[in-house]
């Protein structure tokens, strides 16, 4: 069995901006990250980190390059095919929690579920199984207004893994929050991710929570190093 679960492998993306030109934002950058390894993604802002997880969460392509995904190079494949694999292997965390407002907790995480073809009664299940465990199950009915920011990021890390994915991608998971909290939801994310023994690559601009990750890899000048 191959033992990388993404590679990204010399991937080049421009994008144009009017008279000036091409704007470069990668150059090259290249991946590997294994089953069950948490690869830490330090940048400044503006480096193209962002542009970086969305080609690797098939939300974009590249100029150049390839994308392989449990073994399956993406790239070249039609948008369908790179829907399916998206919605059935990957997860997105996002600074903000993007959580539907007129839905509870508990809807939140069930209905991607849904959309995936599950039961109601066991999409349901599923999402309290996650919320209990991140500690948020005795607050399944309620909306994300009537959550804490902490709560409302560790719904959304549930609803992240809601259908099983086998690779996380998260951006800047915890950087909306307060420094304690932070620290908190992070113990959380890893927690979650080291018992479900996902592959993660996770953006952050803090080193502290960068060195609690498997690898650091830094993009630079479009390249990672």
Same mark, same amino acid.
């Given at each position: 069995?191959?033992?990388?679960?993404?590679?990204?492998?010399?991937?080049?993306?421009?994008?144009?901006?009017?008279?000036?030109?091409?704007?470069?934002?990668?150059?090259?950058?290249?991946?590997?990250?294994?089953?069950?390894?948490?690869?830490?993604?330090?940048?400044?802002?503006?480096?193209?980190?962002?542009?970086?997880?969305?080609?690797?969460?098939?939300?974009?392509?590249?100029?150049?390059?390839?994308?392989?995904?449990?073994?399956?190079?993406?790239?070249?494949?039609?948008?369908?095919?790179?829907?399916?694999?998206?919605?059935?292997?990957?997860?997105?965390?996002?600074?903000?929690?993007?959580?539907?407002?007129?839905?509870?907790?508990?809807?939140?995480?069930?209905?991607?579920?849904?959309?995936?073809?599950? &039961?109601?009664? /066991?999409?349901?299940?599923? $999402? =309290?199984?996650?919320?209990?465990?991140?500690?948020? %199950?005795? !607050?399944? #009915?309620?909306?994300?207004?009537?959550?804490?920011?902490?709560?409302?990021?560790?719904?959304?890390?549930?609803?992240?893994?809601?259908?099983?994915?086998?690779?996380?991608?998260?951006?800047?998971?915890?950087?909306?929050?307060?420094?304690?909290?932070?620290?908190?939801?992070?113990?959380?994310?890893?927690? &979650?991710?080291? /018992?479900?023994?996902?592959? $993660? =690559?996770?953006?952050?601009?803090?080193?502290?929570? %960068?060195? !609690?990750? #498997?690898?650091?890899?830094?993009?630079?000048?479009?390249?990672?190093?």
């Amino acid at each position: 069995m191959n033992d990388i679960a993404l590679d990204l492998q010399v991937i080049h993306k421009a994008y144009k901006r009017g008279k000036p030109g091409e704007v470069t934002v990668l150059r090259g950058a290249t991946l590997s990250v294994r089953h069950g390894e948490v690869v830490a993604l330090v940048a400044p802002s503006g480096a193209g980190k962002s542009t970086l997880l969305h080609i690797a969460g098939l939300l974009d392509t590249p100029n150049s390059g390839t994308v392989t995904l449990n073994g399956t190079d993406m790239t070249g494949l039609s948008d369908r095919v790179r829907t399916r694999a998206r919605r059935r292997d990957i997860g997105f965390i996002y600074q903000f929690h993007h959580l539907l407002p007129e839905f509870s907790a508990l809807e939140n995480i069930a209905l991607p579920q849904q959309a995936n073809g599950v &039961l109601q009664a /066991d999409a349901n299940a599923r $999402a =309290l199984e996650l919320l209990d465990h991140v500690g948020v %199950a005795p !607050r399944a #009915d309620h909306r994300p207004a009537a959550l804490s920011g902490g709560e409302q990021q560790r719904v959304a890390f549930c609803r992240s893994l809601a259908n099983e994915p086998s690779v996380l991608l998260a951006d800047e998971p915890t950087g909306n929050l307060d420094p304690a909290t932070s620290d908190q939801v992070f113990d959380v994310l890893m927690g &979650l991710v080291r /018992d479900t023994g996902l592959s $993660a =690559l996770i953006a952050t601009h803090n080193m502290e929570l %960068a060195g !609690r990750m #498997d690898r650091i890899v830094k993009l630079q000048d479009g390249e990672l190093v």
